[in-house]
């Protein structure tokens, strides 16, 4: 919960729309197969602009994980995977990968195994998603 309330406050930051404020709260519930199968029900009880954003959402984060076949990307091969971006789902990306980042760099940023990787996942995510200002 800490994760959505505080990527909340960097997209109200960012003037994000009402519709994705609502669909980054959902994010998590769709993002990975498993849960997209679970929770795919809640879809009709939204609207088709937010359901819209969540599954925009899915398609670019899901393009660009941190993984070892993907340590090596630099701009270029994010913008061959990840391509265009709706400018709405752009802030909720951005506001994921802040998050995201904040807490790695709190908790994991001299530990994690792949620190290495996840800091230049974080730091390439960011510079592309602020390219498309």
């Known amino acids: 919960m ?19 404020l609502q669909a980054f709260c ?5 993002q990975a197969d498993q849960e997209l199968a679970t929770y795919a029900p809640l879809a009709s009880v939204f609207s088709p602009e937010v359901i819209l954003l969540v599954m925009e959402y899915r398609r670019a984060a899901n393009a660009y994980l941190c993984k070892p076949h993907t340590d090596a990307w630099e701009m270029a091969d994010l913008h061959l995977y990840v391509g265009w971006i709706l400018p709405e789902v ?23 195994i792949r620190k290495a990787e996840l800091k230049h996942y ?12």
């Open 90 to 112: 752009r802030k909720m990306l951005l506001a994921d990968k802040l998050q995201n980042q904040a807490d790695f760099l709190i908790h994991h940023a001299d530990t994690h």
């Open 122 to 133: 974080f730091q390439l995510w960011i510079e592309y998603l602020n390219a498309m200002k």
């Open 26 to 30: 959902l994010h998590p519930l769709f």
């Open 2 to 20: 800490k994760h959505i309330n505080d990527g909340l406050e960097i997209m109200i930051a960012l003037d994000a729309s009402m519709a994705a």
